[in-house]
């Protein structure tokens, strides 16, 4: 029973470049959401998907970054033209229904440490 | 105001000693509250779950809700090295978890 994976695990990009990242829920879960996490800080909420639909992506900046949970297939969140300040840890977490729910917390990925140059 | 706040800490704790987690949250709306531990540069692990008034037990682990008071809580029983890590405190509000900045605690061998 596969947890939440994620890839890569590190991607270094320069400043400029498109950095993708990929995440793959947990069987059965239809609900994906990203977070970003800078050092030392808390996880900072960016976007809710569900298949084929973006639910509230109120937490991502307007500019640069989309993200997309297509029919088949891994969710993505894309940074074009990347700057040092989104260095940090992405996490993505799933959930079998909508993440306020009692009996339906998050279960996280192990992250993508984005490190731009 | 923060929706969820916490003291970022660091909290030491001695080995075997009760650790004391604090978290109050702002929207009167969250019905759900939860509780993630985070070792460095590791991902976020639930350690417990709480949506009606009162404590709700697990092991080492009590969460402690308050809505009138707006606040929740997590006690760590005979607490263990292991247990030194970053303490996350989330609630639920319009369908995705808002989370706390985290409480770094260190147990003190």
């Known amino acids: 029973n596969a947890g939440v994976m994620q890839n890569p695990r590190h991607l270094v990009r320069r400043r400029g470049q498109e950095a993708r990242l990929r995440c793959s829920p947990m069987k059965g879960h239809s609900h994906v959401y990203w977070y970003r996490q800078l050092p030392e800080e808390g996880l900072k909420f960016m976007v809710y998907?569900?298949?084929?639909?973006?639910?509230?992506e109120s937490g991502m900046p307007k500019e640069r970054f989309s993200a997309e949970f297509p029919k088949e297939g891994p969710s993505i969140l894309r940074i074009q033209q990347v700057v040092r300040g989104d260095s940090a840890a992405y996490f993505c977490?799933?959930?079998?229904?909508?993440?306020?729910?009692?009996?339906?917390?998050?279960?996280f990925g192990n992250g993508t440490r984005l490190t731009v140059t | 105001q923060k929706e969820v706040e916490q003291n970022s800490g660091p909290l030491s704790v001695p080995e075997g000693a009760i650790a004391s987690l604090n978290c109050t949250y702002s929207d009167r709306g969250s019905q759900s509250f939860f509780w993630y531990r985070q070792y460095s540069g590791k991902s976020p692990e639930l350690i417990m779950s709480?949506?009606?008034?009162g404590d709700k037990e697990d092991g080492r682990f009590t969460a402690q809700l308050n809505k009138a008071s707006q606040y929740v809580s997590l006690l760590i029983r005979d607490s263990q090295p292991s247990d030194s890590a970053t303490y996350l405190c989330?609630?639920?509000?319009?369908?995705?978890?808002?989370f706390g900045t985290g409480t770094r605690l260190t147990i003190i061998p």
């Open positions: 998907l569900q298949k084929e639909n973006i639910i509230d």
């Open positions: 709480i949506y009606s008034n």
């Open positions: 989330a609630g639920s509000q319009m369908k995705k978890l808002t």
């Open positions: 977490a799933s959930s079998p229904i909508a993440g306020d729910s009692g009996n339906s917390p998050l279960h």
